[in-house]
Nanobody, 127 residues
Framework: VQLQASGGGLVQAGGSLRLSCAASGRIFRARAMGWFRQVPGKERECVSSISDSGSYTYYADSVKGRFTIARDNAKNTVYLQMNNLNTEDTAVYYC?????????????????????WGQGTLVTVSS
């Protein structure tokens, strides 16, 4: 497994969760990373993305101010801290790593820019 996501679960509205995604060094180093989510019947959407150094980040409008993406390059791990969760955040969350030929100091929102995907972790927010 090259990307292993964890940290999902059931939480009440207003609560917090932290997702983690451990990657092999080969697909983590010098690559932008992203978190996506998908609700059944809907397209997968980019929630957040982070550049290789962590200097640049992107957040979807729906999560700005509530979610924080971070990465620990020494541990080949990317995190998504999710605060003040609401029922609309319920989804399967996926981490992903971009293609190596892309500029790694940028962030990316398109699925087509990502070469490797984790298995997904379910986040359920109850009201």
């Amino acid at each position: 497994v090259q990307l292993q996501a964890s940290g999902g679960g059931l939480v009440q509205a207003g609560g917090s969760l932290r997702l983690s995604c451990a990657a092999s060094g080969r697909i983590f180093r010098a690559r932008a990373m992203g978190w996506f989510r998908q609700v059944p019947g809907k397209e997968r959407e980019c929630v957040s993305s982070i550049s290789d150094s962590g200097s640049y980040t992107y957040y979807a409008d729906s999560v700005k101010g509530r979610f924080t993406i971070a990465r620990d390059n020494a541990k080949n791990t990317v995190y998504l801290q999710m605060n003040n969760l609401n029922t609309e955040d319920t989804a399967v969350y996926y981490c992903a790593a971009t293609f190596p030929e892309l500029e790694s100091h940028l962030t990316y929102t398109e699925e087509s820019k990502y070469a490797f995907w984790g298995q997904g972790t379910l986040v359920t927010v109850s009201s």
